[in-house]
């Protein structure tokens, strides 16, 4: 166990609560609501896992702590998350910067342009990817807005 005089605490995990909610905060689009317990039961229910919108909404807000697995599998296939998300803390661990970072970008909007420019750029020559990035470099500038720090080259 760390030792917290050492600096190394232990955080708590994350609940099922959490987890459910940040994957749905995830779902919400920008400047819209999140989905309806009542849309996301009936999405869930339509891929074959029947379930009720009162149950997901005991499940969002910790009311209700030990789901069937059915419904944690229905659950993370609307999410699109593995089931092991929920089941296994090395899992969540691993993945939970990712969709806080996920969840940063879509917060500043910056996630429906990374995922578009992702996939038109598919195919792109370097030349155009290079072209694409010096823009976005020059608004940051008209902006005033700072560059991030360089981030080290691993391979160096």
Known sequence: ???PEEGG???APRTLADKLQLLRRLKTPPRGKPPSYE???RAITEAGVPITAPHIWALVNGKTTDPKLRHLEGI???FTVSPSY???SRVADEIDPQLETLDQLKNVGLLDISVKL???AYGL???SIDVVMAM???LRQVEGVADAPAEPDPDR
């Open 9 to 11: 605490e232990e955080s």
């Open 118 to 120: 992702g996939r038109e």
């Open 136 to 138: 976005i470099s020059h």
């Open 39 to 41: 849309a996301m039961a």
């Open 76 to 78: 993370a296939r609307y």
């Open 1 to 3: 166990m760390p030792d």
């Open 86 to 88: 929920f089941l296994d």
């Open 125 to 127: 020559s370097q030349a």
